[in-house]
C-alpha cells in the first residue's frame, strides 16, 4: 500500500468523541482546515484561529459543506457547548473562531477538548 499523506492530522482518540460531536464533525473538520495560525491557551495547549482571525458567516461553512444554514449552527452550537471550539459574535450572521488543539510538536491530538469552566 502506498504511503498517503493525510488531509488533517487527527488524533486517533477523536473516535471516542464521536457521541459527543455527531454529525458536528463535518464543520469541526471544516475549521479545522481552515485553521491560519495558532495561538497559546495557557495551559500548555493551543488555540487554532480560522481565516486569521476575520468573520466567517456561517452560511459560508453551511454552503461549503452542502447543509442548511440552521443545522450548521446547531452543530457548531454543540461544538461550543462540548469546549471543541469557541466563537465570538460578529455582524451578519458571521464568528470569530477558535479551535482547541495541543501543540503540533507534541503530536498528541488535533482536537483537544477543554475542560468544563477553563473557557
Known amino acids: 500500500m502506498p504511503d498517503v499523506t493525510p488531509i488533517l492530522d487527527l488524533f486517533p482518540g477523536l473516535f471516542a468523541h464521536r ?3 455527531g454529525a458536528g464533525i463535518w464543520e469541526l473538520l471544516w475549521l479545522l482546515a481552515h485553521i491560519t495560525s495558532h495561538e497559546p491557551d495557557g495551559s500548555g495547549g493551543s488555540v487554532g484561529v480560522v481565516d486569521d482571525g476575520k468573520p466567517v458567516a456561517t452560511l459560508r461553512i453551511a454552503t461549503e459543506l452542502r447543509r442548511s444554514r440552521e443545522a450548521t449552527l446547531v452543530n457548531l ?43
Open 77 to 119: 452550537g454543540k461544538l461550543e457547548a462540548g469546549n471543541y471550539i469557541l466563537r465570538t459574535g460578529a455582524p451578519g450572521h458571521a464568528y470569530r473562531y477558535r479551535v482547541y488543539v495541543v501543540s503540533p510538536d507534541t503530536r498528541r491530538a488535533s482536537v483537544q477538548p477543554k475542560t468544563e469552566g477553563k473557557r
Open 19 to 21: 457521541p459527543k460531536i
